[in-house]
């Protein structure tokens, strides 16, 4: 599959190359901030910094095509950020490698953890003239609010918002990534959004038994095995104990031990610190500091890109997943994936597990 590539200057968004590419790796996973590269054979105008703009590329020249001074919009297949450029190679990491820098996190709490995220980007990026990038305001896709904690050892404390954002995926399954490119005359507007991926109507269902699945390799931790599936709640001051949960084998929580929970436990403690407004509830910090142990598992397979089970439409971070692989189930979440210009195959990943020490670094509480 041969590319259009289009990049973009990062405060006016004004294209600046369009480039046919045919040698490309597009890498992404949302727990380990992967690079995509990009054979373009030229010295690019774009500099560092600039935004990458990937998608098929259509017959002929594959130039994007307007009416009216306005194309209709299009999902690409990539959109990024450019790193660096070696050997007439582009390097670019995802969207959220934007903010990757420090920002001084605090105790908090709420009740809708993706206008938080969102209410973060627009202060510390969007809000920050120094960052020099310009990006339509992100818009806030769910199903429904989520409840949130976070609690730093000391408040406030300087952390990463790259890995602030993945820890939020980790825990509550939200993504900030784009959604639709639209042109303007020379220029591309990037629209992006904040999802919190709950829909279990709209759950991929794979199984080992078709064609169209090949080289499975799984690494699975039954739920609370080797892992903190033990909460004491603790009141800050004081040290009075105010609640105890246990994260049972299917994944979800109960105030009550019982065979149903694997042992020895792993204990965790979390430090009860209640803000002036919107204190948490005892199960919503239990659902907040265990839930980042459901998907205690990695699972790789590779997936023909023609086939007519999932199109590329479907490929999306954040996607819930049915996994049926030797008769056992398997419920996991698509967290990252692979594509190249001459693989007939599209490496999928899934689960929050990884055995790099990058994965380790980004974690957070």
């Known amino acids: 599959m041969i590319l259009d590539l289009y990049t973009l200057d990062r405060q006016t968004l004004k294209i600046k190359d369009y480039i046919r590419c045919a040698a490309w790796e597009i890498n992404r ?11 373009i054979g030229i010295v690019p ?9 990937a998608k098929e590329g259509e ?7 307007t009416s009216g001074g306005m194309m209709e919009g299009f999902r690409p297949l990539f959109v990024g950020v450019i790193d660096s450029f070696e050997n007439r190679q582009i390097s670019a990491g995802d969207l959220y490698t934007l903010i990757n820098f420090e920002f001084p996190a605090v105790r908090l709490s709420g009740t809708d953890v993706a206008d938080h995220l969102r209410k973060l980007l627009n202060k510390y990026l969007f809000g920050d003239p120094s960052k020099i990038v310009h990006i339509n305001d992100v818009y806030i896709s769910s199903s429904g609010s989520s409840s949130h904690t976070y609690q730093p050892d000391e408040s406030p404390t300087a ?7 993945i820890n939020a995926f980790n825990k509550y399954n939200v993504v900030w990534d784009y959604e639709f490119i639209y042109q303007d005359g020379d220029q591309l507007d990037i629209f992006s959004s904040i999802k919190k991926v709950d829909d279990f109507t709209t759950l991929l269902n794979l199984k080992s038994n078709t064609y169209y699945l090949v080289n499975w390799d799984i690494y699975y931790t039954p739920q609370g095995r080797d892992i903190e599936n033990k ?22 929580l ?22 002036q407004q919107d204190p948490p509830t005892y199960l919503e910090i239990a659902q907040s500091e265990l839930a980042v142990n459901m998907y205690t598992h990695e699972i790789n397979v590779d997936m023909l890109k023609d086939n007519p089970l999932i199109g590329m439409e479907d490929i999306k971070i954040g996607r819930l997943c049915n996994i049926v692989h030797d008769g056992s189930l398997y419920k996991s979440v698509l967290t990252g994936y692979t594509l190249t210009a001459d693989s007939s195959f599209i490496s999928l990943k899934f689960g929050n597990v990884r055995s790099t020490l990058q994965s380790v670094l980004l974690g957070g509480k």
């Open 59 to 65: 017959p002929g020249t594959g130039a994007l095509v």
């Open 254 to 275: 109960t105030q009550s031990f019982n065979d149903h929970v694997h042992c020895p436990t792993k204990t965790k403690v979390y430090v009860f610190d209640p803000p």
């Open 231 to 252: 909460l004491e709640i603790y009141m800050k001051d004081t040290a009075a104990h105010l609640s105890t949960w246990y994260m049972q084998m299917d994944g979800t």
């Open 29 to 39: 996973d949302y727990l380990t901030a992967e690079q995509s590269t990009f054979d």
């Open 45 to 53: 105008i774009a500099i560092t910094g600039d935004f990458v703009i």
């Open 159 to 165: 952390t990463s918002l790259q890995g602030y954002f």
